[in-house]
């Protein structure tokens, strides 16, 4: 009885033998590239959340202990009111209307001798700066004790120049009450002793201030960015004496 080995079965003529080794490249390839994506997307999310958890903790951190009720806070020298939008007709958005109906309260009881107004004129026309300063002198404020800043771009800018431009030491900074945490830290941090009015009346123009709410996380990694940059503002400019003039008058 003869053996024999068994053969493999040959593959039809003209067709090659399948390669599994090269055939699984491709495979390996395409799965290696997909976990290096997903690294890098969880890596990316992860660094925003520690980069956002970590700059609204400062902003909190500087600003504790430095927030009042306008019938609490202590007096200071000057108010800085930061700009917010004002309408075609010039007139102040619902927004900075309360800003500046503190400023005025303020005013009015003692606890402040003059006020600086700080927004956005980049362009002739739209200016922040003398819309609040008319609201203002219509209501009674003297024009003389109302000093407007015209290159108040962001809060950054506002309270640099505030310190920089307009040498104050001393003020009470009013916001939105969202808002005014990270304007007391930027102050603070401009090495102005500040401290600060939050507004909250705004709150009944409900989708408007939920989403300003929602912002203000992101621009507190913006702040604290500009704080460890120390960039300078926009605008820096010479030193102006009106907030000094202002002051003793």
């Not at 994506?37 to 980069?51: E, F, H, K, P, Q």
């Not at 203002?136 to 962001?154: E, N, Q, S, T």
């Amino acid at each position: 009885m003869t053996s024999h080995q068994e053969q493999p079965e040959s593959a039809p003529d003209g067709a090659t033998e399948p390669d599994p080794a090269g055939s699984a490249t491709p495979a390996r390839g395409r799965r290696r590239w997909w976990r290096i994506a997903r690294r890098t997307v969880l890596l990316t999310v992860l660094a925003g959340l520690l980069a956002l958890v970590g700059s609204v903790g400062w902003v909190r951190w500087q600003a504790s202990g430095h927030v009042y009720a306008i019938e609490d806070v202590p007096e200071a020298p000057v108010a800085l009111v930061l700009g917010a939008q004002v309408h075609d007709n010039g007139s102040p958005s619902g927004f900075l209307e309360a800003r500046l109906d503190i400023a005025r309260r303020l005013y009015e009881s003692g606890k402040v001798r003059a006020v600086l107004v700080s927004g956005d004129h980049g362009q002739w026309t739209y200016d922040e700066p003398d819309a609040m300063r008319q609201w203002l002198i219509d209501r009674g404020l003297p024009d003389r004790k109302v000093v407007a800043d015209h290159a108040g771009f962001d809060t950054y800018d506002s309270c640099q120049r505030a310190a920089r431009v307009f040498g104050v030491r001393q003020l009470i900074v009013i916001t939105q009450s969202y808002h005014i945490d990270r304007a007391v830290a930027l102050c603070r941090d401009a090495g102005i002793d500040a401290t600060g009015v939050g507004d909250d009346t705004a709150r009944r123009f409900g989708s408007f201030w939920t989403k300003a709410v929602i912002r203000e996380q992101g621009a507190c990694v913006k702040a604290l960015l500009d704080t460890l940059t120390h960039r300078d503002p926009v605008f820096l400019g010479r030193h102006e004496t009106t907030i000094e003039d202002a002051l003793d008058n």
